[in-house]
């Protein structure tokens, strides 16, 4: 299993842009996993963000982030990140990064994924 912790929340208005960054650590292999982002808002479910290919080679948008956020990945550092533009007030909740052993980055669903960070908020004001 994987150990994550993700960072680079905070505060930001409307229209604005953060990065966030997931760390990875632990005896298995960070490249061979594929990565995801989720995020629940208060009172809300848990839904997928995004997800990324342990190769890189697919990126997969939630359809209310498609355009606005980028999934990309660093295999080397062992870290995954979301670049977040133009944000939205309905952007603010708790963002959480996943990993995904088995899947090739096409998995949405929250039982998919093995391992989870801690959470980390975003809070977009109007």
């Known amino acids: 299993q994987v150990q994550l912790v993700e960072s680079g929340g905070g505060l930001v208005q409307a229209g604005g842009s953060l990065r966030l960054s997931c760390a990875a650590s632990g005896r298995t292999s960070f490249s061979t996993y594929a990565m995801g982002w989720f995020r629940q808002a208060p009172g809300k479910e848990r839904e997928f963000v995004a997800a990324i290919s342990w190769s890189v080679g697919s990126r997969y948008y939630a359809d209310s982030v498609k355009g606005r956020f980028t999934i990309s990945r660093d295999n080397a550092k062992n870290t995954v990140y979301l670049q977040m533009n133009s944000l939205k007030p309905e952007d603010t909740a708790v963002y959480y990064c996943?990993?995904?052993?088995w899947g090739d980055g096409t998995r949405r669903n929250e039982a998919a994924f093995d391992s989870w960070g801690q959470g980390t908020q975003v809070t977009v004001s109007s």
């Open positions: 996943a990993a995904d052993r």
